[in-house]
């Protein structure tokens, strides 16, 4: 059981110990902060380019987007299909395909560098739980070693207490 707290101190810390060092590392995991915000630490390394295309794509996968987008189709049709006789895209749209496929070339990169951020934040999340996770472990290890010395302790007390009565009644 020991050998495995110190396997785990060893891959919590990336750290060659020594036995002596592993109480001191522990009594240090207990009483520092292991984790970090996520969030924070990744806002502050966001580029502008970043920034764009997180608030692009909270902007297009939203239900304003897309009722906005809709109406703006319908009233492109029917303003160049119904209403204008000399219309400046007539029946097939071909300037409003020409439009539609540029946004989509240009929104779909855009969206998948927000998602690989997200990802990447994601992975960041996941080490920070793993690291925390990691420290409670041990410390639910130790709290678990201390209370099997306790209960050792207090089995030995109670044998000598016995012992001390049963010469105390002779």
């Not at 925390?132 to 130790?142: A, F, M, Q, R």
Request: aromatic share 6%.
């Amino acid at each position: 059981m020991e050998k495995k707290k110190k396997e785990i101190v060893k891959m919590l810390l990336n750290q060659n110990l020594d036995e002596k060092d592993e109480e001191e590392i522990l009594d240090l995991l207990i009483n520092n902060p292991i984790s970090i915000d996520v969030d924070k630490e990744n806002d502050e390394k966001m580029s502008i380019g970043d920034k764009i295309a997180d608030k692009f794509s909270a902007i297009a996968g939203s239900w304003t987007f897309i009722i906005s987008f809709c109406i703006f189709l319908v009233i492109w049709i029917i303003i160049n299909g119904v209403l204008l006789t000399n219309s400046i895209d007539p029946y097939p749209f071909i300037l409003l395909n020409l439009l539609l496929s540029c946004l989509a070339s240009l929104q779909a990169p855009i969206i998948m560098m927000s998602q690989n951020r997200q990802a990447k934040k994601d992975t960041i999340r996941n080490k920070n739980d793993y690291r925390t996770d990691l420290k409670s472990e041990l410390i639910l290890e130790s709290l678990h070693d201390d209370l099997d010395k306790i209960m050792q302790n207090q089995t030995e007390i109670l044998r000598r207490l016995k012992k001390l009565e049963n010469e105390n009644n002779k």
